[in-house]
């Protein structure tokens, strides 16, 4: 999948989170489980190649069952990043938001 088809997708999963609400039981942070923060926050300093301690999870939602959105933000400038997860934890993907 390219950069340009991620992201519309995680547009679209943070639409329906939007639509969906969030119905899980399952104990999290932010709205995602600790382990999928975790991970994102790994994922987000490989991808854009800052240290660890730059990149901030932000909120968390759960858009549908078994798939978490998690708000992060990179950098000194806070620029804005969403990364996705499956049930597991394992990160889907991880883009910079586009400006408002």
């Known amino acids: 999948m390219n ?28 709205g995602a489980p600790e382990a999928s923060v975790r991970n994102c926050v790994a994922a987000a300093s490989r991808e854009f190649r800052v240290p ?5 999870a ?11 959105a998690v708000n992060l933000k990179i950098g000194p400038q806070g620029r804005p ?12 993907g991880v883009v910079y938001k586009r400006p408002e």
Do not use: F
């Open 3 to 30: 950069t340009r088809a991620l992201a519309r997708w995680v547009l679209m999963v943070s639409a329906g989170a939007v639509a969906a609400g969030c119905n899980s039981t399952a104990i999290r942070v932010g």
């Open 58 to 68: 932000d909120k968390g939602s759960t858009p549908r069952d078994g798939v978490y």
């Open 81 to 92: 990043a969403l990364c996705t997860t499956d049930e597991n934890s394992a990160v889907l």
């Open 52 to 56: 660890a301690s730059s990149v901030v």
